[in-house]
């Protein structure tokens, strides 16, 4: 089945600066890649979201790219602000199979 | 347009006993997806309900089951409860299961 690894498990960056988490998934049929973003406590929220007919996707100060070929994705976040600081957690899913798999989760914290 | 929401928000129970979880998705969506978060780890797929119809299973024993109704709200329950059931439980709707998925706001289940 699909596995999703991501990394750093842990970033820091001070504001204003841009962030960057990476994902590798492990199925080529996977076609839908979402990042979510989860603060303490809170549900997890979509930031933003990929198909695979597509390299790069921008939102505001969000991006992520995609690269088939390699099997990886990344998010990058750009001017960083300290409401940036959350657990992002990126996902893979396939046609037909309905769930998301997850990664493991990068703690983000923005230092002022 | 209503969010997704959750009930109850914290459920303590002991060994052995059983629960039921409620999901109401947001208004339009027709699939229900379960994931269960153990602590500082990523949501883990439970099942999927699509027209009120179980629509894929991850890796977790029959004692998890679940239904959807006819208004597309859900319940998982579960039976025969162990300590490793204590985890954060999502649910997440979706218009049809390819699509977006978006999250509630959990049910905290600890089990002693």
């Known amino acids: 089945g699909e596995n999703v690894e991501q990394h750093p498990s842990t970033l820091s960056v001070q504001e204003g600066d841009s962030a960057v988490i990476k994902c590798t998934y492990s199925d080529s049929a996977s076609n839908y890649f979402p990042w979510y973003k989860q603060e303490l406590g809170k549900r997890p929220q979509l930031i933003i979201d990929?198909?695979?007919?597509?390299g790069e996707k921008k939102d505001q100060r969000s991006a992520v790219t995609l690269n088939k070929t390699a099997k990886h994705f990344s998010l990058h976040i750009t001017e960083t602000q300290p409401e940036d600081s959350a657990v992002y957690f990126c996902?893979?899913?396939?046609?037909?199979?309905?769930?998301?798999?997850f990664g493991q989760g990068t703690r983000l914290t923005i230092n002022p | 347009e209503t969010g997704v929401t959750q009930s109850p928000t914290h459920l303590i129970k002991t060994r052995g006993q059983q629960v039921t979880l409620r999901c109401s998705s947001q208004s339009g969506h027709n699939t229900v997806s379960w994931y269960q978060q153990a602590l500082g780890q990523g949501p883990q797929f439970i099942f999927q309900y699509y027209r009120e119809e179980e629509n894929g299973r991850g890796n977790f024993p029959p004692r998890f089951s679940g239904l959807q109704f006819p208004n597309y709200s859900s319940e998982l329950n579960v039976n025969a409860l162990e300590l490793d059931d204590s985890a954060l439980y999502l649910c997440?709707?979706?218009?049809?299961?390819?699509?977006?998925?978006?999250f509630g706001p959990g049910t905290r289940l600890t089990v002693l």
């Open positions: 990929i198909r695979s007919n597509v």
């Open positions: 997440a709707s979706s218009l049809d299961h390819n699509n977006e998925q978006f």
């Open positions: 996902a893979a899913s396939s046609p037909g199979a309905q769930k998301l798999v």
